[in-house]
Structures are given as C-alpha cells and as structure tokens.
C-alpha cells in the first residue's frame, strides 16, 4: 500500500538513476559540489521529461567505496538531492549512499524530503568488494524511527551484486526475500551479478507470488528484458 500510494500503481513503474559525479573528497573528484549539483539536476530533467514514475540518486563514481563514509558524503548528497527535490516537488525520489550507508541514506533522504532509500544488507551477511556487509535490518528499522523518518521506505536488494555468497548459498533468493518482508522491508530490488548484468529470469520464476512487498528490478532492464520476467512470473 505504501508503494502504491508513492508511485500511484503497483506495476509497470520506471524508477530513473542518476549516478552522481564524484563527490570531494573521494578519489576521482574533479568537479566542485555547485558543478556536480548542476549536472544532476540536468539529468533529473531528461528523466522527467521523459516521462519516468520516479528517480533514485546514488554516489556511483565515489570509487573505491568504504564502509563508513564521512561526514562530507553525507553533506554533499543532501546538496544535490535537496537541488533536485527542489525542482520537482512531487516526484517519487529517493537516495542510495555507497556502500551499504543505510543510516547515512535515512538521514539525507530526510533532510532533503525525499520518499525512498535503496538499502543493501538489509538481510543476511554479504562477502562485497568493499568488505564484509552484516545485515542491518534491525538498526536501521530503529533508527528510522528515532529520527521520525517511518515516511521514508526502505526498498532493499537481495542477494546484493559485486558480492560472494558462498556463506548463505544455502539460502535462495526467495527465502532471502521472505526474510526481507519478515523484518518490515517496503519492497525488494533484484540485480544481475554486477552492475549492467540482468537478473536471471529462472531465478525470479514463480516465487515473486510469495511475497506481499514490491519487487523492483535493476541493472540492464530494457524491453526484452521486461518481456522475460512477464513470462518468468506467471
């Protein structure tokens, strides 16, 4: 219902991405903070314009990612996403902050009202290339309600990408999802293997009927794509 009442449907919605420039401070910044805010609301126009359900903005090119991001992360991500909220009052927006920086995200999307966080670890320990990722559910779910942030959803991956999981390899994505739902996640991102690499249509087959929370597909989504997933979901 949450969902529904964001995006105004519960099927068919395309959700944009901007990758923001790297941010100061990070290895491959170039770009002053009024720069990267002006290219990003560039782009949130062309995505507007052409006529997406909403917009998610993430720090893609603060590589190599940590863990804990510092202070200024934060800063310049509430810069940029409160420009962009700023031009388009009632779009659907939300915030992802790499890597795993759930707490962070919260606390950007609201200072910025923006409606949604993407979440990694949500559920389940993940081996990454940026480390060791426990899962967070728990914290997370507490320190929403701390800040008074309970309007801002949580859509969560699982069986997160650029990870190894040979540790919950006994452990399907559907099984993942449920636990997802089980601790109060508001929907559930499915990926490829990395980032531009579709999710295996076998693995979504079926089991996406078994969970009362929004499914939301990632990476290398085009109109084939979608059409294979119609058949994998019957």
């Known amino acids: 219902m949450k969902f529904l009442n964001l995006f105004g ?3 068919s919605n395309i ?3 901007i990758h923001v420039r790297a941010l100061p401070g990070t290895p491959l910044n170039r770009l002053t903070i009024s720069d990267i805010k002006e290219e990003a609301c560039r782009e949130a126009e062309i995505y507007y314009n052409a006529g997406l359900d909403g917009l998610i903005i993430e720090n893609m090119h603060d590589i190599p990612y940590t863990l804990d991001v510092g202070p200024e992360v934060c800063a310049c991500m509430t810069a940029v996403c409160t420009a962009v909220r700023g031009l388009y009052p009632s779009w659907p927006l939300g915030v992802q902050i790499l890597s795993a ?3 962070s995200a919260l606390a950007v999307a609201l200072a910025s009202g923006l409606d949604f966080i993407r979440a990694e670890g949500f559920v389940f320990s993940h081996v990454a290339d940026e480390g060791l990722l426990n899962a967070c ?3 997370l779910l507490r320190y929403r309600k701390r800040i008074g942030a309970e309007h801002v959803q949580i859509f969560t991956d699982i069986k997160k990408k650029h990870s190894a999981h040979a540790l919950t390899a ?3 994505i559907a099984e993942t999802a449920q636990a997802a739902e089980f601790f109060l996640s508001d929907g559930v991102v499915v990926t490829g293997s990395a980032t531009g690499a579709k999710a295996d249509p076998q693995e979504l087959r079926g089991w996406a009927l078994d969970i009362d929370i929004d499914l939301t597909l ?3 989504v085009n109109t ?3 059409s294979e997933q119609n058949t994998a979901s019957p």
């Open 137 to 139: 559910a728990g914290e």
């Open 224 to 226: 084939i794509f979608i």
């Open 101 to 103: 920086a759930n707490h």
């Open 9 to 11: 449907r519960l099927q």
């Open 218 to 220: 990632s990476s290398d």
């Open 15 to 17: 959700i944009g991405m």
């Open 170 to 172: 006994d452990v399907s």
